[in-house]
C-alpha cells in the first residue's frame, strides 16, 4: 500500500527556517515525481513546490529563492528546505506522488489531479 508520511512542520518566528520530510513506503520513489502543496485556513490548497524523478524542480513564484525541493531516492524521501519563513507561509503541507518518469512532469501549473497518492499533511506556523 503506497503512503506518504510528512513530517517536519512547526512553529517558528518569522526569518526562521524549517525542513519538511516526505517518506515514502509500499513504493520506492525512483519513478515517482512529488509535489508539496500547502493550505492555509479558508483557502485554496495551492502548489509550492515539484520534484521530478530526475531532479527537475519547479517552485511557486511565491516561494522562489526561499524554498528548496530535493529527494534521496536511497532513503525514499523527499526533503522541502523553508528558509526565511514569512507569516503568509503558515499552512498545512502536504506532499503528493504520481508515477511518471518524464522529466517535464512538473513543468506548467500545479494540478492537484494530477498527484495520485497524498500524505495527511505537517503543520508550519510561523508568527512572532
Known amino acids: 500500500q503506497l503512503q506518504l508520511v510528512e513530517s517536519g512542520g512547526g512553529p517558528v518566528q518569522p526569518g526562521e527556517s524549517l525542513r519538511l520530510s516526505c517518506a515514502a513506503s509500499?513504493?520506492?520513489?525512483?519513478?515517482?515525481?512529488i509535489a508539496w502543496f500547502r493550505q492555509a485556513p479558508g483557502k485554496e490548497r495551492e502548489g509550492v513546490s515539484c520534484?521530478?524523478?530526475?531532479?527537475?524542480?519547479k517552485y511557486a513564484d511565491s516561494v522562489k529563492g526561499r524554498f528548496t525541493v530535493s529527494r534521496d531516492n536511497a532513503k525514499n524521501t523527499v526533503y522541502l528546505r523553508m528558509d526565511s519563513l514569512k507569516p503568509e507561509d503558515t499552512a498545512l503541507y502536504y506532499c503528493?506522488?504520481?508515477?511518471?518518469?518524464?522529466?517535464?512532469?512538473?513543468?506548467?501549473?500545479?494540478?492537484?489531479?494530477?498527484?495520485?497518492?497524498w500524505g495527511q499533511g505537517t503543520q508550519v506556523t510561523v508568527s512572532s
Open positions: 503528493a506522488a504520481v508515477r511518471n518518469p518524464h522529466p517535464r512532469i512538473c513543468m506548467g501549473a500545479f494540478d492537484k489531479g494530477r498527484f495520485d497518492s
Open positions: 509500499g513504493f520506492t520513489l525512483d519513478y515517482y515525481a
Open positions: 520534484i521530478s524523478s530526475s531532479g527537475n524542480t
